[in-house]
């Protein structure tokens, strides 16, 4: 220690010099910058079933940037003689982007010939999303019913995101708080780990985080780069966790979420982040669809002010 100590003074340091310094330099390194956008999922407003034009009508005036479109809704418009191009023209005319899709094709799946028809389910799909300018889709177990091999699943997401470069469009590894066998953060990050991937991204959900048990200590440790897209939304503390249904969530920060820690959280990774809120209350759907887009995009701006 005293020849270290020596060969510092020597270069003109002294030992607390050097600790200073280095303190200085972690103290003074600027947080990667997070930006906030806001964005409706349209299952909000799909009890009010206002068809796909409604939809983007709606997000628009309420005063959204983009909307997640769900690919049944958007194949229904096409199989009613409308064009991809008059879709993408609808978008770009209400000034919204469309930032995600929501999809169901079985590409998890252990069983190989439903695996290989999940894979191209995907890929029409994403071909399809191209086409109107979305850039992402949420790739969740769906069809998965038996425990999964992570292990496995990882390199399947892997060959998925091979797709997703193909194609132009990415897929959001999500999980469902509900679901059995991919339910919980762990895993998705075990699985989005495995594909050792640098295009690998998570879609992660309030309810969710509750719902699968997984809590929002997790979040912290994660790098902004792993999450594009997060679902806003709330649940109540009078229904027990492993009752709670989609049916249930409420608009962010009127129920028992940590709302004011989960923004801080998704700030403090830096970035840009991509709000989204996703409902399914049927109290909501009995509203006016207008009111309720434009009541959860002021409790998402609310929550972020908040911080």
């Known amino acids: ?24 330099s972690s103290h003074s390194a600027k947080l990667p910058e997070t930006q906030f956008s806001f964005c409706l999922n349209t299952s909000t407003i799909m009890g ?17 940037s983009g909307v997640e479109l769900w690919v049944r809704d958007i194949q229904e418009y096409i199989k009613a003689g409308n064009s991809v191009g008059s879709l993408k023209k609808l978008l770009d005319d209400a000034g919204l982007k469309c930032e ?9 799946v252990d069983d190989e010939e439903k695996r290989k028809g999940g894979f191209r389910q995907m890929e029409e799909e994403m071909q399809l999303l191209a086409g109107i300018g979305c850039t992402r ?40 708080g509900a679901f059995p066998y991919f339910h919980h953060l762990g ?21 969710h985080l509750f719902r699968g048990g997984s809590g929002y200590e997790g979040l912290k440790m994660l790098n902004g780069d792993l999450i594009d897209i997060f679902h806003m939304n709330d649940f109540v503390s009078s229904i027990p966790r492993e009752k709670q249904e989609d049916k249930d969530r409420v608009y962010p920060g009127d129920g028992a979420a940590p709302m004011k820690e989960i923004i801080q959280t998704l700030k403090n ?14 109290d909501y759907w009995e509203k006016d ?9 002021e409790k998402m701006k609310t929550a972020v002010g908040a911080v």
């Open 269 to 282: 990774m830096g970035g840009k982040k991509v709000l989204s809120l996703e409902l399914f209350n049927k």
């Open 100 to 108: 995600n899709a929501i999809g169901f094709a079985p590409w998890m």
């Open 187 to 207: 895993q998705v990050l075990m699985v989005a780990a495995v594909a050792n991937d640098p295009d690998a991204k998570i879609l992660p959900d309030v309810y």
């Open 1 to 24: 220690m005293t020849s270290r100590r020596n060969a510092l003074k020597a270069l003109g340091f002294s030992t607390g010099a050097v600790m200073g310094s280095a303190l200085l």
């Open 137 to 176: 889709v949420a790739a969740p177990a769906f069809g998965v019913d038996a425990p999964l091999d992570l292990m496995q699943a990882g390199e399947r997401y892997r060959d998925l995101l091979d797709l997703g470069r193909k194609t132009g469009v990415m897929p959001q590894l999500e999980f469902w």
């Open 48 to 64: 009010q079933n206002p068809g796909l034009k409604g939809y983007i009508d709606i997000a628009s005036r309420a005063g959204y």
């Open 289 to 297: 669809a207008l009111e309720v887009a434009k009541t959860g995009l």
